[in-house]
């Protein structure tokens, strides 16, 4: 069965310094895509990062990296340079090759501290 | 470009009355997906259409839930008679494509609240 870990069900990190949140997955499939989003008060998820199985290379876009972990099946988000608008719930997804479906993880909330 | 819109942005319903949530997807968008979150737990897939079609249903709970995508625009999601059980926040989503790399789109959720 497909399924997402996230076990930090809050976070809290100085603002400026970096943090890592934890996602990890189950699944038999050697074809699959994780994904990062952000879901901030407002309610709207937005998508932050994606990782492919078969990419060798981690993701990164602007301060966000994944730190994928293929053997370990991990696939934690990096947010370095922490700021205030970061403050959010961070829910980890993955999809399966060949599907429409999305599993979504329980999400982390991140506290961003002045 | 307008975004994934959705309404009500809250509804607060008795139990045993009947709710209608709607979703208007990205131009474009053949794929359009509504996704479930109960309070504290994961987000959980309902159901999936490409253009009108319902492509995967096996997330919906119950036959109390209905949805439709006719002319394969905007979706709605009826719920009826609504239970305690069915309150949370009812996501719809988008994409343009059926790649693996495809982002969902995500509309600002529908809050339910079933007294």
New interface residues.
Partial sequence: AQK?TQTQPGMFVQEKEAVTLDCTYDTSDQ???L?W?KQPS??????LI?Q?SYDEQNATEGRYSLNFQKARKSANLVISASQLGDSAMY?C?M?????????????TRLKVLA | EAGVTQFPSHSVIEKGQTVTLRCDPISGHDNLYWYRRVMGKEIKFLLHFVKESKQDESGMPNNRFLAERTGGTYSTLKVQPAELEDSGVYFCASSQDNRVTGELFFGEGSRLTVL
């Fill in positions: 997402i074809s699959y895509g994904f989003y407002s309610g709207e998820m937005i998508f994606y492919g829910f997804a999809r399966r090759s060949g599907t429409y479906k999305y599993i979504f993880g329980t999400g």
